[in-house]
């Protein structure tokens, strides 16, 4: 049996374009918890997060020899993971244009979401929830710089924005995010 472990990004790519099926499950295996972290960093947790990180893998599956290597694996899964969470919340957004509410109201839930801030002290299920009340184009911000540790640079590259852009969201999201944490923790 093959210790796919020893094997690097490119040696594997190479491997599951021959049809080696194992490879592309060591490729799943290394790079899942970036692509999680990512996609419930832009949704939340739940069933959609789980099927956008899901739909990341097929999507590199029917891809994979497409994949020219230019930037790294985790770079280029990151970006189909946030292209497809922003096609999921453009989806979201659709859906509640039927059901209308108050934008205060969907504020005020996600705020809240039946959660007594004061007895929760998990800090990560905390800015979870006040990522989740960010506009994407922040949240995306947020998540690969803060979160996954993105420099500015790759951010950039990943978002495909000018580097000016992409740190006047990182301070305009961070301003934001200051408010709806001093108000989740009051």
Excluded: C
């Amino acid at each position: 049996m093959t210790d796919y472990t020893r094997f690097d990004d490119n040696t594997l790519i190479e491997k599951a374009r021959a049809g080696d099926n194992a490879a592309f499950s060591a490729l799943v295996v290394r790079h899942e918890r970036t692509v999680a972290a990512t996609v419930i960093g832009m949704l939340g947790p739940g069933d959609d997060a789980e099927d956008i990180g899901q739909n990341v893998f097929v999507r590199f599956y029917n891809a994979l020899n497409d994949f020219r290597g230019e930037a790294a694996l985790s770079t280029y899964l990151t970006r189909i993971a946030i292209n497809l969470s922003l096609n999921e919340i453009r989806r979201r957004q659709r859906r509640n244009l039927f059901f209308y509410r108050p934008i205060s109201e969907d504020y005020d839930a996600n705020l809240k979401d039946n959660t007594n801030w004061a007895e929760n002290s998990d800090t990560k299920e905390i800015v979870n929830k006040a990522l989740l009340v960010l506009e994407p184009k922040f949240r995306s911000v947020v998540v690969l710089r803060m979160l996954q540790g993105y420099s500015t640079e790759e951010t950039s590259k990943i978002l495909k924005l000018p580097l000016g852009t992409v740190l006047s969201r990182l301070s305009r999201a961070q301003e934001k995010l200051k408010i709806v944490l001093k108000q989740m923790i009051d």
